[in-house]
């Protein structure tokens, strides 16, 4: 044997005592923009033979479920900041179509708001609303607010029940708009005027409604050259108006560089905790108790850099295949490592939406006319969604290390856990693209516990994906594992450039 295949070893120790804080399910959130086929021949393709009687595909939606969705924000995105919501609701054939300045294409508007929700209600999410603080304000998000949330009696209440829904919408959790720290975005601002609009917006949404749930726009990423700066100053206008300031981020693999890209979820940790740190510091600043949480409300791989050289589609197409990456085994363990990553950081992070749901940059992807089906990176989110519960649990991880050109040395191995009545959970990535790990995991803090089901998502290919013609080329295999664990002691292999979930059920008398 060479001293290659010699396994490296790592070990956790999974501990109840060391709780971070109970798993919110807003954690395992999406996202449906007006853009590319995410909305079109994405969740809604009214000719599909799976169609429902509103034109949603049913299929679609099973996955979606499948998925384990909580939380899905709408209608945008870059899109919502040129947008009108009125051009959605109402007769179709009374509906404008319009140019969409973000994606440079042509917008219906043959799905809006009231569509969204109906189609949110079967797929059993919780709306999450953008207003648009790009090209408008304070007015039309109070109108938005009082189409969806009113319950009738007033011109736009009342409007909303001749259009067919006589319930309000009841929508809690609102962006104050998106991404304005960017110059791509319309209506870019500087992190005061944002601030102050949003601040106003805020405070006006919450006359109307006090218990609405806001987020403020934080930085589009870490990258920014105004990050830090930009949440500051935005705190300070808006702190005591405001629940959460949003975090989005997007990673890919660069050529030649897997290793950083492995390690995505340490940028993740980092820029979590910069933004709790500049939250709580103007918050120490403004001398009040109450804490800002963070909204994650884009995050995932994206191969954004292929996107920005090919530049967009010319002309002004419609529902044109955007944004549609194609992931693979990296992509997906990746997408396992920044799940871990959100669960570690439960006691701020108290919604996250990866981005986006269906076909842009998505985990389920759709032929018009066609099947749909599962990338690589829905299998990690689908178990992690269906697994993680009750509280999570920090673990003390001792692992050999590895040098990347981004982020310095990184643990080979990173692992989060959960805990509830039934057992725990562990999630646990291998980021060597070449080692095998040895993992040792102590349970004894745990009492009496046994394996239920070991899940492994690897390949001999690492590049390898799914695909319309092999929906199923990467999907978790049942690993076993012996149960119980002798001594207390679970030993496990995690083969390079994976993701693993352990399930563990209290035995009897535990
Ligand atoms: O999710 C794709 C785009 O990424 C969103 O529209 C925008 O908010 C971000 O830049």
Not at 76 to 105: C, K
Not at 206 to 232: H, I
Not at 248 to 259: C, N
Not at 337 to 351: E, Q, T, Y
């Amino acid at each position: 044997m060479s001293s290659r295949e010699v396994p490296l070893s790592a070990r956790v120790v999974v501990d109840p005592a060391a709780k971070i804080a109970a798993v919110g399910r807003r954690l395992f959130g999406s996202f449906v923009e007006h853009l590319g086929r995410c909305v079109y021949t994405g969740i809604y393709e009214p000719d599909h033979p799976t169609a429902d009687d509103d034109g949603f595909r049913r299929d679609v939606l099973a996955l979606t479920e499948e998925l384990g969705v909580s939380v899905v924000r709408y209608p945008g995105g870059n899109f919502v900041s040129n947008y009108r919501w009125e051009d959605g609701v109402g007769p179709r054939e009374h509906r404008p179509v319009r140019r969409d300045l973000a994606w440079r294409t042509i917008e219906t508007n043959e799905i809006g708001l009231d569509e969204f929700v109906t189609w949110a209600g079967r797929a059993g999410v919780e709306p999450m609303l953008a207003v648009n603080l790009g090209t408008r304000g304070v007015a039309e998000a109070l109108d938005l607010l009082e189409y969806a949330n009113h319950p009738s009696g007033t011109a736009l209440s009342d409007r909303r029940v001749r259009n067919g829904a006589p319930d309000p919408h009841g929508v809690r959790l609102w962006c104050l708009g998106n991404e304005l720290d960017g110059p791509w975005q319309t209506g870019h601002k500087t992190a005061a005027e944002y601030g102050r609009l949003a601040a106003e917006t805020a405070r006006a949404m919450r006359q109307a409604e006090p218990d609405l749930e806001l987020v403020a726009c934080g930085s589009s990423g870490s990258s920014m050259p105004t990050f830090g700066s930009w949440e500051a100053t935005v705190l300070e206008e808006a702190y005591d108006v405001v629940d959460y300031i949003s975090l989005h981020a997007y990673y890919e693999e660069h050529d030649g560089d897997p290793a950083t890209f492995l390690a995505s979820s340490v940028d993740m940790d980092r820029f979590i905790d910069a933004v709790v740190a500049t939250a709580d510091h103007v918050r120490a600043k403004l001398g009040v108790s109450k804490r800002i949480h963070l909204s994650f409300d884009e995050w995932n791989v994206w191969y954004l850099s292929r996107f920005q050289s090919e530049g967009p589609e010319p002309g002004w197409p419609r529902a044109p295949r955007l944004l549609e990456d194609t992931y693979n085994v990296t992509d997906a363990v990746v997408v396992g490592s920044l799940l871990i990553s959100l669960l570690r950081h439960a006691d701020r992070v108290a919604v996250a939406c990866q981005a986006q749901l269906v076909n842009v940059i998505a985990p389920i992807m759709t032929e018009p006319g066609g099947p749909a089906w599962r990338q690589t990176i829905f299998h990690p989110f689908a178990a992690t969604a269906r697994h993680a519960s009750g509280d999570v649990l920090r673990l003390a991880v001792e692992a050999p290390t590895y040098e990347t050109e981004r982020f310095g040395e990184v643990p080979l191995v990173d692992a989060v856990a959960t805990r509830d009545d039934e057992g725990a959970v562990l999630f646990v990535v291998n980021r060597s693209l070449e080692r095998e790990v040895a993992l040792t995991v102590d349970v004894r803090p745990l009492g009496s516990v046994a394996v239920a089901e070991c899940l492994q998502l690897a390949d001999a290919d690492r590049h390898a994906r799914n695909t319309a013609e092999a929906p199923d080329r990467v999907r978790p295999r049942r690993v076993s594992l012996d149960a119980p664990p002798a001594d207390g002691e679970l030993t496990m292999a995690l083969p390079p450039v994976s993701w693993t979930m352990v399930r563990l059920v209290a035995s009897p008398g535990s």
